[in-house]
């Protein structure tokens, strides 16, 4: 039975959604097409109907992983917020379902160009929702402050995440490294801004 161009796209779509979770549980290497074509519920064979290599699939499912964590930001979304939620217990241990960047980012490090592109686009568009309605749109002294403070952000939130999680689970130390990371970064955005 031939599938329909829209079927063709969900599949795809789904093998995609798909790649996403698995990598950001088991990392790229973790992940055999074989393994991942069987979790989206298809043949093997059918992968390279989709994708050129298993290169794209990872540059794909990892734009698509953080055009997800960007989706889940907002435009705007409040800095102590974003903290609260990025440093919580239950974003650490939802590696499968958290942010990308963090379950990826060392991985992505040792990844083809393709790959490393596609997740410095996705960290740019965190940085760009993480600083709309900042109002720097025209003073660039401001812009680049804000930036700054963003970049300061979320680098503190994806080291104390990485940290954390790479701490057994039931370890003290998990926690502490979340609250005194949270705490640090709250702190400032508490006084005025």
């Known amino acids: 039975m031939k599938v329909t161009k829209a079927q063709a796209q969900a599949n795809r779509a789904h093998v995609v959604e798909t790649a996403s979770q698995l990598f950001r549980e088991r990392g790229y290497d973790g992940v055999g097409v074989a393994d991942l074509m069987a979790a989206a519920g298809f043949t093997h064979g059918g992968f390279y109907k989709q994708f050129g290599s298993k290169t794209d699939l990872i540059a794909e ?3 698509c992983g953080i ?3 960007v989706a889940l930001t907002g435009s705007g979304v409040d ?3 974003f903290v609260r939620l990025y440093l919580s217990r239950e974003h650490r241990d939802g590696r499968a379902t ?3 960047i963090a379950a990826l980012g ?3 490090a040792r990844q083809p160009e393709a790959v490393r592109a596609a ?3 996705g960290v740019e568009s965190l940085l760009e929702a993480l600083n709309a309605g900042a109002g720097a749109d025209t003073d660039p002294d401001a812009a680049r402050e804000s930036r700054a403070r963003s970049l300061n952000m979320v680098s ?3 080291g104390a995440i ?3 999680r790479a701490c057994p689970d039931d370890s003290p130390l998990a926690e502490e490294i979340l609250a005194v990371c949270r705490d640090a970064l709250l702190g400032p955005l508490a006084g005025p801004r």
Request: glycine fraction near 8%; proline fraction near 4%; charge should be neutral.
């Open 61 to 63: 499912s990892t734009a």
């Open 67 to 69: 055009a997800r964590t």
């Open 79 to 81: 800095p102590a917020a």
């Open 98 to 100: 958290g942010c990308t």
């Open 106 to 108: 060392g991985d992505v």
């Open 119 to 121: 997740f410095a686009a």
């Open 156 to 158: 503190t939130a994806l």
């Open 162 to 164: 990485i940290l954390s």
